[in-house]
């Protein structure tokens, strides 16, 4: 069922080669196979995902500039059994990632390019193949009652004070290892918890390299949700955090001294009220007792949220405000392990964001407000739409270019277009970051995106998207340069069964180290999907992408650019 031929040939013994060429290691394809019922009422369910990918270097030994030996294979998968029988059931994901061609013989000597795991992490095999049984967990489901004993994911609220999640399209995949009881009825939801942070160790999507041991902070939290109070639901929280230093299981028992971060917060929901629809949550944050310290130096923050959403004739109005200081102080310690504890809306608008504007989706000391308009023009096919996001950002800390405080300014509009087999979905906006004072000048940004899809032969479709954005910087200390950059794609879709897909990426923007494969600010590349059935999708990548920024659900990462080839088989069972 999964690939474990790999340890069998990892080690086997490095063959010598001449001077400065790469070892050639075999690389063996994992094959999930379906597991078939019992029979006695046990469900099984299987899904794999293999990754190989090629990476192309410009790295060369200086003695032998001709010689790409710094390319290198890389080759991931990831298996996750879910089994199920009455009331109990029981996941597992194993995940495991391979180095291969990644070493050479100098002058007789074997050279490591790089390492796949780091010092604070472990593996009994070889530094060039690395096996984790990520998650594993079980519950009991008794009706009202579910216990979990394990991993699970979490999120309070609207997020402000725990938000565990996975979010695939960040390469995000973090969880809570611990116990977790849950109570529900039809006028109540109460969920306790407590466990250790488990940050994924192997990433599905990016090189993974240095391998990271994981740092079990712990937390602590419980939520009580009350249903059926005329209009309204209410509901109230807190979640306590312990962070650590070292890596591995005991350091947060051992190592516990008192909580970093204390958050307790409530939120309600109010439906039809006046005839709108209301949302509100209110959270206070206390690092008085621990080692965290607050950009200005206060051992608290405190957070708002608040939504309000009228629907008047075709046209739905939704404002949302916020108010957040001191908040993200919470997730400082888990910056350089690429995820987060507490996600709070950001009133964002994910594909428009970039190194800039990121500071102020993950600023400590914010405030603003965003409205939308939703006019159903033609029901279910013609929905334009407008927003206008102002908000007050006082923060000025690393995370920021800007030395002075600013205002920003961010409307746009929109439109989705379904009248039958055609589909569009595009918006254009403009944000301006307004700096306090007349030396600081202003960021500007005019962005766009579409997704244009249409038919051009019997189940055969043509989609046409893209986002690009024009970016003008105010002053900074260290003045960056203005740029231009796009991406796009062209893909030829037979229904499910195939795509042909074209990309093409474009930067001159001096913060983006890729190069690109066309000329050095411009990127192509050819991807081929094959879905031979139902339950099993083929993919075959080859060019290259730019590096950049990439959020969604108010996470961000800065994802690496790529450049070779790349093959995916992912199937269910």
Known sequence: MVIWLLVASALAADPVVGVAQPVDEPVVAATASPQESSGNGVSVAVTNDFEFRYWVRD??????????VFNYMEQVNRTNISIGKGKWSAWAQIDQVALFANRYRLDGELVNERELVGPSAYTPLPNFLYINPEKLSASFDGGNVEVTLGDFYA?????VALSVNRNPQVDIDSSIQGARVTYS??????????????RQQVFQDNPNLDIMGDRRHLVAGVRADRYGLGPAAVGAHAVMVDYVQ???FGPSFSQLGGPDAVV???STELYGVGGIDWLAEADAFYYGAGDLITPNGDDWGYAAYASATAYVGPTTWQFEGKRYLNTETVNGPLGDEQYELAIAPTLEYDLAITEDSSGAVNSDDIAGGRLRVDWAADPGRLTPYASLGIFRDWDTGPLHFNTVPE??????????WFPGETAAIVNVGYRSDIRDGNDSGTDRQLYTDLDIKFPIGKHLHLDVAGQGEWFRWGVNPLQQEDYVEFTSSISALHGSDWAIIWYTDFTNNPLVSSKGNISEALYGALEVQVKPSDALTLKLFGGSQKEGLRCAGGQCRVLPGFSGIRAAAVGSF
């Open 59 to 68: 790295q060369r030994v200086p003695s032998f500039p001709d010689r790409a």
């Open 155 to 159: 999120t309070f609220g609207n997020g």
């Open 185 to 198: 009825s039809d006028l109540w939801d109460v969920v306790a918890l407590v466990g250790q942070l488990n």
């Open 246 to 248: 070292d890596t591995g």
């Open 264 to 266: 307790a917060g409530a």
């Open 407 to 416: 205002t920003i300014v961010h409307p746009f509009v929109g439109i989705e």
